[in-house]
């Protein structure tokens, strides 16, 4: 199994574009994303990081999360939701090696923009 499927799965809830589509992956949770107004967010997250405004940034970064974090499953379903996810995950490394690598950079844009933005993120809570 690959260690890389396995950390998405275990990351906290958020919105990854895949193709012209978006998902919320994470830690129980795997859920096609069609909200235009809940999308339109991650526009005004790449225009923050870009102009470098660490406050819209970090407002925008936990706007997402918390987003994401709405399509979390129930539960009992654990094991269907992580299976769809690991096979939705294989289908791209197989099938669309762009995708999959796109998959990857943002995972690991996400990644740092956590570490980056976590104390700032606390303090919105």
Same mark, same amino acid.
């Given at each position: 199994?690959?260690?890389?499927?396995?950390s998405l799965y275990e990351k906290k809830s958020f919105i990854?574009?895949?193709? !012209?589509?978006? $998902? %919320?992956?994470?830690a129980n949770t795997f859920a096609k994303v069609t909200d235009l107004?809940? +999308?339109d967010n991650m526009e005004l997250l790449q225009n923050a #990081? !870009?102009?470098?405004n660490d406050r819209q940034? %970090?407002? $925008? +970064?936990?706007?997402?999360m918390r987003i994401a974090n709405a399509y979390r499953g129930d539960a009992k379903e654990h094991y269907k939701i992580q299976q769809r996810l690991f096979q939705f995950v294989d289908g791209l490394e197989l &099938?669309? !090696? %762009? %995708? #999959? &690598?796109a998959l990857q950079e943002q995972?690991?844009?996400?990644d740092e923009l956590r570490g980056k933005y976590q104390q700032q993120i606390?303090?919105?809570k």
């Open positions: 199994m690959s260690s890389f499927k396995e990854f574009q895949i193709g !012209e589509e978006y $998902y %919320a992956i994470g107004q809940e +999308l #990081f !870009e102009k470098g940034t %970090a407002k $925008y +970064l936990e706007k997402i &099938h669309d !090696e %762009a %995708a #999959f &690598h995972v690991f844009w996400f606390k303090e919105i």
